[in-house]
């Protein structure tokens, strides 16, 4: 298609107006530009603060100087030297409705840099408008858009009328045991007289987001058989091996039943129990690698074990012990790690994701006035630091605003395009405005009448 002179002319005219329209309010203030906003992404994800040495000070002054250029008040918290967690305060007119806690954590997880296309800390835009590196997607941009969303309301005259406040957290990434752990059971935290917390998701490769109302506790098992030792070519009853073949396949039919509710659409991944080996340990070690002609006395196996709050715990506990270690085939069994599925009340270990909880609505709706898709409230199949808050029996939802992109975390060449990373400024700034405007109590009723 050709133009002549004068359409050209008008088009630029056109999209001058454009401009003018679509910059009314970056024009008051040119850190809401576009490219400042990009620019402020990428020097979070060059701080390098992948594990095992996150460059956590270097992190914690950045952000701290976001800050200030926000009037926000700061401070940080090291309830283990060297692992600082930065708290900032946005106060409500209100300071006696609870609050909101915009949570987010700090460190990555590290990359093998050679296999990127572009260095994991460089923050390099190609030419689709892709950033890449590793945080990007797991969480720094979360974490910044949270900040940017706050920076619009703020420059939008918005006053909130619950107090915002926002937790950068170390540690997440190695168990968050020296970080959100220990935050969310101190004494500071309770004093925040927090109503809602906001946490991590998952990019979604479909135009609908997703939002986590729960995720699945970890049950490290490891399950150990003793048997009869003798000679390779003997065929004989109760072998250590023999004893632990039989658990594993009783394991294996189990993982099938639970991985084909998947299969069939019956169940969301994180629905099910996921069960998988990850270790076996038998054999007599030789200087070549094993002795062939011996059957040994002892055989181990671990297996990582994922367990949802809507599972019961109990009958999984009744099929270990009786089938995958049971006594009578002289097996024993331990974990290495057991996650409560219930919180501290006795109850189910979920945040409501219907319209009985208010921070529900008031969230779907916000996506939605914002122009975002919510897809069906899941079950997070990892682990995050929310955990340790819905322990307590307090309400947490994962929500990383990242739609139309491929699931990257702790992958090589992580990245975030720039329109999904703009894009989810825009529906946090609509749900951080709901939430900061919502006047009732609000309480996820039921865990929070007990405390
Ligand atoms: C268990 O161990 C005992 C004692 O060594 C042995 O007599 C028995 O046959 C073993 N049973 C099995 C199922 O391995
Ligand atoms: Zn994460």
């Known amino acids: 298609m050709e133009f002549s002179c004068t359409s ?11 401009f003018v329209a679509s910059s009314k309010i970056e024009a008051l203030d040119p850190t809401l530009s576009t490219p400042e906003i990009i620019s402020r992404f990428q020097q979070y994800l060059q701080i390098n603060t992948a594990q095992p040495n996150p460059q956590y000070y270097e992190a914690a002054d950045f952000l701290i100087s976001q800050a200030k250029s926000l009037s926000l008040e700061s401070q940080t918290i090291e309830f283990v030297k060297g692992k600082p967690l930065v708290l900032l305060k946005w106060p409500g007119t209100n300071p006696h409705l609870p609050s909101i806690l915009l949570y987010s954590h700090t460190d990555v997880v590290p990359s093998e840099d050679h296999k990127w296309t572009h260095h994991p800390f460089s923050a390099h835009i190609d030419e689709k408008g ?23 309301l703020k420059a939008s005259g918005f006053q909130p009328l619950r107090t915002v406040y926002l937790s950068f957290a170390p540690d997440e990434e190695i168990g968050g ?60 009853d109760n072998t250590a091996m023999e004893n632990l073949l039989k658990s594993i396949e009783s394991i294996r039919r189990f993982r099938a039943s639970q991985f084909d509710m998947i299969k069939v659409g019956l169940k969301g991944e994180g629905e099910v129990i996921s069960v998988n080996m990850v270790f076996l340990k038998a054999g007599t070690p030789s200087p070549t690698g094993f002795v062939m002609n011996v059957q040994p006395s002892e055989a181990e196996a ?3 074990i994922r367990v949802p709050p809507t599972a019961d715990p109990e ?13 009578a085939r002289n ?23 219907d319209r009985s909880n208010p921070w529900w609505t008031l969230l779907e709706d916000a996506v939605h006035k914002a122009g975002g898709k919510l897809g069906k409230p899941e079950i997070f199949p990892g682990a995050t630091d929310a955990r340790y ?30 329109d999904v990373y703009l894009k989810g400024i825009e529906i946090y700034e609509a749900i951080i405005k709901a939430y900061a405007s919502f006047a009732e109590r609000g309480t996820d009723k039921g865990s929070r009448d007990e405390l």
């Open 8 to 18: 050209i002319v008008y088009l630029h005219l056109v999209s001058l107006l454009l």
């Open 177 to 236: 045991h020296d970080g959100a752990e220990k935050f969310y059971e101190s004494k500071l935290f309770d004093d925040l007289n927090v109503g809602i917390v906001l946490d991590e998701g998952l990019a979604s490769p479909s135009e609908n987001y997703r939002a986590f109302y729960a995720e699945r506790s970890p049950w490290w098992l490891v399950i150990k058989a003793i048997g009869t030792p003798g000679h390779g070519a003997r065929l004989y």
């Open 389 to 418: 808050l819905r322990r307590r029996g307090l309400p947490a939802i994962g929500f990383s605003p990242i739609a139309n992109t491929p699931l990257l975390l702790h992958e090589h060449d992580e990245f975030l395009n720039q």
């Open 302 to 304: 671990g297996i990582d």
């Open 331 to 353: 097996m024993t069994f331990s974990f290495k790690q057991k996650a409560p599925v219930h919180d501290k009340f006795g109850k189910p270990m979920l945040t409501k994701a």
């Open 130 to 152: 892709n950033i890449y590196a590793r945080g990007s997607q797991d969480m720094k941009c979360v974490g910044m858009q949270y900040l940017e969303a706050i920076r619009r």
């Open 315 to 327: 009958s999984l506990e009744k099929r270990i012990a009786e089938e995958w270690a049971p006594i």
